[in-house]
């Protein structure tokens, strides 16, 4: 039987400023990827979302980020690697206080934005996070981009590390992700989307912006949670791989 993990970043809003629907896309997705207060959300938001995550049994996870609020974690930073060691665990430890307090637990960790793109093959800050990571707790997870140099690092280093698809997101025929500047690079067709998730999961693969077929091992399949139609998008792939016979479930509970 094949199993897949359906994931999402929520906890996003700030103040009066809401984004997505964190309640829906919790009664969809398997694991939550919940910001940590340096790209998006605040302590009270993001203990709401961390409340419902445990009402409807979703694992969390850590999304760390550059502290860039104003630019929502899409902004590269120059930053020393001692510096994104401890903004990394003042992250993962604000969470896991505030899941405690959920009465749920942080399971693993997964950059965002521009930090997740960067430590896909920068090793100096790959590292640095990984280091962070395992000072904190070494049982925690990361994701990372499938097919990245992180995911080797961080299993040479003794982590347990998930491979992760983007559901909205086209791919390069070297099965990189096309850059959010280049037309095409943002995918909306619920229907269109759904299929290309049937086939990462079935084929180990999926079509290249060229049309060409480029391979992808993914344990995890990531939605978007401020993508417009995110949570339709997220119901739609849901229900198509359960239809196809595969089990959608956290990769925490595959791996028990």
């Not at 960790?109 to 896909?120: F, S």
């Not at 595969?246 to 028990?256: A, G, L, M, R, Y």
């Amino acid at each position: 039987m094949k199993f897949i993990d359906l994931n999402s970043d929520l906890g996003e809003g700030f103040g009066q400023w809401k984004m997505g629907d964190d309640n829906a896309m919790l009664s969809i997705v398997t694991s939550a990827n919940v910001a940590c207060g340096f790209h998006a959300g605040d302590p009270a938001g993001i203990l709401q979302t961390l409340k419902a995550a445990h009402e409807n049994q979703v694992v969390i996870g850590a999304h760390v980020s550059y502290p860039d609020l104003v630019g929502f974690g899409r902004r590269n930073m120059d930053i020393s690697s001692n510096e994104l060691i401890a903004d990394v665990i003042y992250q993962i430890g604000a969470l896991k206080g505030l899941a405690t307090a959920a009465g749920t637990t942080v399971s693993y960790v997964k950059p965002h934005g521009a930090l997740y793109n960067t430590i896909a093959n920068d090793e100096y800050q790959a590292l640095a996070v990984i280091t962070a990571i395992r000072e904190v707790d070494d049982n925690l997870a990361l994701i990372g981009l499938a097919g990245s140099r992180i995911l080797d690092l961080a299993r040479e280093k003794g982590l347990r590390t998930v491979a992760e698809a983007f559901a909205d997101r086209a791919y390069t025929p070297q099965g990189t992700l096309v850059s959010r500047r280049e037309k095409g690079a943002v995918l909306h067709d619920t229907n269109e989307i759904a299929r290309r998730m049937l086939q990462l999961v079935t084929e180990g693969g999926v079509d290249a912006i060229d049309g060409s077929f480029t391979h992808i091992q993914a344990d995890s399949i990531c939605v978007h949670g401020d993508s417009p139609g995110a949570v339709e998008m997220a119901r739609q792939v849901k229900i198509t791989l359960q239809q196809a016979g595969i089990t959608v479930q956290s990769f925490i509970q595959t791996n028990k």
